[in-house]
């Protein structure tokens, strides 16, 4: 059985708040369980999703993002 997360327990993992936690589950943006009146987050699901809305930079130019964009010799170096 998947191990299963309470709306406390997963706001103390995103550290985000209840009330947002409920909001996202109100407007389907995150995975849940409903069981009766209870929701519930499975924590594998979870994890897939804080993936799935990882920011990844791309290369902008030809350039790695996450590399300064100059070498700093020289402001020649910064617009080639």
């Known amino acids: 059985m998947p191990e ?4 406390k327990e997963l706001e ?8 947002t936690i409920y909001s996202y589950v109100r407007r389907g943006l995150i995975p849940y ?5 209870n929701v519930r987050f499975p ?5 897939r999703w804080i993936g799935e809305q990882s920011y990844r930079p ?5 350039r790695d993002p ?7 010799d020289s402001l ?4 080639s």
Do not use: E
């Open 66 to 72: 996450t590399q300064p964009a100059c070498d700093g």
């Open 76 to 79: 020649l170096s910064c617009l």
């Open 4 to 7: 299963l997360l309470t709306a």
């Open 58 to 62: 791309s290369a902008v130019n030809g």
């Open 33 to 37: 369980v409903k069981i009766q009146s």
């Open 12 to 19: 103390a993992m995103l550290k985000i708040n209840v009330k």
């Open 43 to 47: 924590k594998q699901a979870i994890l």
